[in-house]
């Protein structure tokens, strides 16, 4: 099974910082990496598809990067809608989900 | 507008038995894989079970294996999950996703609001 390790566990940032999360795979899972991002008491909402494809109506603010083994989720200006807790998933053998960043206010 | 609504939820004790439903619309449903997802509370994401467009591909994930049925109704628009055998470490939001259909097997575009399905005695 492929692991999926994400860092942070928690991130505390201000509104106009530049945040990156990095996931890490047990194994190479080539491109095949989305983020979502999910606020509490609501379902996941996808991100970033195939590891850098920003998904239609998302802000350009966020952009993800990486192949094989390491990638990241790089939000470029911290945006008040954007405390939320992030997951990335690998869907290149089934699918496993990281444990989650939560972005909190600092 | 693609909208997936989950229902069947709510307490149940162990060892007994749930079906959820997911009631798909505003799209075709028969062209797209569809997934389970479950979240236990104040807990990450994780994938339950897949099932392809015609249902001719069904996968699990080890836990649940033997005890949970994914399937679907092409034309009622809808996926179910049975869940037999329920344990306590089944408590969680239960919610369904579609397969965004740009590979097989790929990313989820669309999730329900979810379902909570508690396991206690």
């Known amino acids: 099974d492929i692991q999926m390790t994400q860092s942070p566990s928690t991130l505390s940032a201000s509104v106009g910082d530049r945040v990156t999360i990095t996931c890490r795979a047990s194994?190479?899972?080539?491109?095949?990496l989305a983020w979502y991002q999910q606020k509490p008491g609501k379902a996941p909402k996808l991100l970033i598809y195939?590891?850098?494809s920003l998904e239609g109506g998302v802000p350009s603010r966020f952009s993800g990067s990486g192949s094989e083994t390491e990638f990241t989720l790089t939000i470029s200006s911290l945006q008040p809608d954007d405390f939320a807790t992030y997951y990335c998933?690998?869907?290149?053998?089934?699918?496993?989900f990281g444990q989650g960043t939560k972005v909190e206010i600092k | 507008e693609v909208q997936l609504v989950e229902s069947g939820g709510g307490l149940v004790q162990p060892g007994g038995s749930l079906r959820l439903s997911c009631a798909a619309s505003?799209?075709?449903?028969?062209?797209?894989?569809m997934n389970w997802v479950r979240q236990a509370p104040g807990k990450g994401l994780e994938w339950v079970s897949d099932?392809?467009?015609?249902?001719?591909?069904?996968y699990y994930v080890d836990s649940v294996k033997g005890r949970f049925t994914i399937s679907r109704d092409n034309a009622k628009n809808s996926l179910y999950l049975q869940m037999n055998s329920l344990r306590a470490d089944d408590t969680a939001v239960y919610y369904c996703?579609?397969?965004?259909?740009?590979?097989?097997?790929?990313?989820?575009?669309?999730w329900g609001q979810g379902t909570l399905v508690t396991v206690s005695s």
């Open positions: 505003g799209f075709r449903f028969s062209s797209y894989e």
């Open positions: 996703a579609r397969g965004s259909g740009r590979t097989p097997r790929g990313d989820f575009d669309y």
């Open positions: 099932i392809s467009s015609s249902d001719s591909s069904i």
């Open positions: 195939k590891a850098s």
């Open positions: 194994q190479s899972i080539s491109s095949w």
């Open positions: 998933q690998q869907y290149n053998s089934f699918w496993t």
